[in-house]
């Protein structure tokens, strides 16, 4: 019995839950089967939705996950989340380990069905463990069913199930459900009954951790469960008596087997903080991080407010909302900005306040309450900012005690709506249930309407635009998937139109270097010379030359911002203690291809050969940036040194035609005849026997190992140095006698 003073001898050890009468096997049974066939219902359109936003590159470019080898498996656990796309402080070696599963273990390669199923199966097992442990803390298996269902299907989780790489949230959803239902089990067991449940509650975390970095929030679960149901129960009238007893129950036979795990996350933070060039996180993708301590706040406040909105009335939906779609607070051009802060701050303390005054008569509200803003505290950008403002996949685990609020809310809805109608007692309870049922429907309704948006990128970015008009992003998002669309004229003049409006948000009040974004001025600076090249094509130069040069120039400001980007990461490591040797340059080499690209359309080549430069510098083992720099040094009239750059690219990638074309014309613009190259069938063979060729050929090898060393890349630069003397019989001593730094 719940009560200021209960019985020191029983209060100790129980688990303060109430009491209920037990289900049967085959009732729990149908009620998940149920679940499985609400989730189907939402989500069985799910299964055609196909590579967009993040899975194009964490799917369909990772190279660790084509095999299923102790390589790849050393790689997925040396290596952050994003590698080798990019450098990142995200390490989630479980998650990037079951998308492994699914492209080599189950054969499911590039057929997204395979991998849309393993996450319904996950949402479905998220969404049982959501309802045993509600049945279990409130003793009402109708009310869990409810909030249960109403997590199930509820739209603004499109974005962790339908959307592949959200198996993140739904994985660390697993092993903290799984995590916070052992240590349920174990609070009703005395003694060594207690360990295993113990036991597995700290391994289901660890892996956690492993999965998605929040995993960390199971603390939040059992402070809230043992400070609303177990707290109470503690012998002594006030809390000096209770807090020893607590330590010793709660924190030394309990919350203790959270240390491994918290351990390792702090472990994995403070490494990943080393080594990452991350230096803070981007104003376009969150102005919060730029903004000052109480406009930061207010700002935080208002995308709370909104996420509630989103669950309570999920009517538009959208997969960004970056600059300028949420303005910070102050700095709105509408004053109905600055008032929904202030509204949503009232809501929020209303619930706060609320939840407090009643958590001994109403645990379950508090504890629904509290569970909804507890885990979304670590992407509210209340204490910490994070990468993103807002997003509707950071509403997982916080949907949770959004649905179970909710559920209490309807159920006496529901009854009071029955007993209005008039309906007879027998059947009141059955009508009671009708609102319930209907909203569950509306929504699974919903959801489906919302997976029809995730089946491509053009059909996914024109409903962001739509819901997001005033981010950036949005319309770059969608000025790409038109270009990918089509690929023609008309295409390009879709995607600048599109891109131009993104530009314009951009440009709306001026921004600082720190806050601006390059990845819209690359692509404008692509479309722009793409629709050069069409005009050169239909014969109208004067019209392409100003493509072109409109492309420099918004190509010019891309690299502006790239280059303070760079020495930003560059003196975040010099502060984290990495020496000035170990620093390699971060730049966007597409950037540097793009420019190097429009100044040979230009036939500026001496920008065009800095551009290449640059490029090898950043990506000294890829081929674009020789072939950039010898387009360029043989329009300045060095056909010679445009040969040891062709050669490179040639060590490179034996196979690339293009270089081979290059090297013929170079070799012709020489006069070097009979020509060092052959053809034997569709492959190309070089004479390497000449002594100009071969010596143009050794300073090609030199040249790749130099960059390697430049770019802070020692494995790389012995790589190639072993395949120059292994495979092309370069003389080891050449790179001894070399100065390769």
């Known amino acids: 019995m719940i009560g200021p003073n209960p019985p020191a001898t029983a209060s100790v050890v129980s688990s303060g839950l109430p009491a209920r009468a037990p289900d049967s096997w085959r009732r729990l049974v149908l009620i998940s089967l149920a679940l499985g066939a609400a989730i189907l219902l939402a989500y069985g359109n799910s299964f055609s939705a196909g590579l967009t936003l993040d899975n194009k590159v964490l799917l369909a470019q990772d190279p660790r996950i084509r095999e299923w080898s102790l390589h790849n498996l050393g790689l997925i656990f040396r290596q952050n989340y994003w590698w080798p796309y990019a450098m990142s402080d995200l390490y989630r070696p479980l998650t ?233 607070f102050g700095e709105a051009a509408h004053w109905w900005e600055g008032l929904s802060a202030w509204l949503s701050l009232a809501v929020v303390a209303g619930f706060l306040v609320a939840g407090g005054r009643v958590w001994r008569r109403q645990p379950v509200f508090t504890f629904g309450v509290l569970f909804f803003f507890l885990m979304l505290l670590p992407t509210s950008n209340l204490f910490v900012p994070i990468g993103s403002i807002m997003a509707e996949r950071f509403l997982y685990l916080p949907s ?111 921004l600082t270097a720190e806050r601006r974004d390059n990845t819209l001025f690359h692509d404008l600076g692509l479309y722009y010379r793409t629709k050069g090249e069409f005009l050169d094509r239909r014969g109208q130069p004067g019209e392409a030359r100003r493509f072109y040069q409109k492309a420099v120039d918004i190509l010019v400001r891309a690299r502006e911002v790239d280059r303070w980007v760079d020495e930003a990461a560059r003196q975040a490591l010099r502060r984290r203690g990495r020496r000035e040797a170990e620093l390699p340059d971060f730049g966007n080499y597409r950037i540097y291809w793009e420019l190097g690209l429009t100044y040979v359309r230009l036939g500026q080549w001496s920008e065009a050969e800095a551009a290449g430069r640059y490029l090898q510098r950043l990506l000294p083992g890829e081929v674009t940036g020789y072939l950039l720099v010898s387009a360029a040094l043989f329009g300045l009239g060095h056909p010679d040194q445009a040969t040891v750059q062709t050669l490179a690219a040639l060590v490179l990638q034996p196979t690339a035609a293009e270089a081979w074309l290059n090297l013929q014309r170079c070799y012709d613009a020489m006069g070097l005849k009979p020509s060092p190259i052959a053809r034997q069938g569709s492959a190309y063979l070089l004479d390497d026997a000449i002594p100009s060729v071969r010596g143009q050929l050794v300073e090609a090898c030199v040249t790749l190992v130099r960059n390697c060393e430049a770019a802070r890349r020692p494995e790389e630069a012995k790589a190639m140095r072993d395949i120059a003397v292994q495979r092309y019989h370069v003389p080891a001593a050449v790179f001894d006698a070399t100065a390769l730094r």
């Not at 660890?206 to 998605?212: D, F, I, Q, R, Y």
């Not at 996914?460 to 000025?479: E, M, R």
């Open 96 to 328: 990037t380990l079951s998308y492994l599963a699914n492209y080599a273990l189950l054969g499911n390669a590039d057929r997204v069905a395979g991998y849309h199923a393993i996450n319904l199966l996950l949402h479905w097992a998220n969404a049982g463990l959501v309802f045993l442990i509600l049945r279990r803390l409130t003793g009402r298996t109708p009310l869990a069913v409810l909030a249960a269902a109403l997590f199930a299907v509820h739209p603004v989780n499109v974005e962790s199930v339908t959307n592949i790489v959200g198996r993140a949230d739904l994985l660390v959803a697993l092993f903290l459900l799984a995590g916070g239902w052992c240590y349920l089990r174990a609070a009703a067991r005395d003694g060594r009954a207690k360990l295993p449940w113990l036991a597995g509650a700290g391994g289901a975390i660890g892996l956690g951790v492993l999965a998605k970095e929040n995993a960390v929030m199971i603390v939040a679960f059992v402070v809230l469960y043992d400070a609303l149901w177990r707290w109470p129960l503690l012998p002594g009238p006030t809390w000096r008596e209770r807090l020893p007893v607590a330590v010793r129950e709660f924190v030394l036979r309990g919350w203790i087997v959270f240390l491994p795990a918290v351990g390792l996350f702090v472990g994995l933070r403070l490494w990943l903080l080393h080594n990452s060039p991350v230096y803070s996180q981007l104003f376009v993708d969150n102005p919060i991080a730029h903004a000052g301590p109480w406009q930061g706040f207010m700002t935080a406040i208002k995308v709370i407010g909104q996420y509630l909105g989103l669950l309570v009335l999920p009517a538009r939906l959208s997969c960004d909302y970056s600059y300028n779609q949420i303005p910070l």
């Open 400 to 510: 949770i005690g959004f649905g179970l609020v909710a559920a209490l809310a309807l159920q006496p809805m529901g009854a009071a709506l029955a007993a209005r109608c008039h309906v007879e007692e027998r059947w009141r309870s059955w009508a009671a249930l009708a609102l319930p049922v209907l909203l569950v429907l509306a929504l699974a309704l919903r959801t489906q309407v919302r997976n029809a948006d995730w089946h491509d990128d053009l059909s996914l970015w024109k409903s962001a635009v739509a819901a997001s008009p005033d981010s950036f992003k949005t319309h770059k998002g969608y000025s790409n998937a038109l270009w990918d669309a089509g690929r023609d004229e008309p295409a390009i003049d879709a995607a600048i139109a599109r891109a131009e409006i993104g530009l314009a948000v951009l440009d709306a009040r001026p």
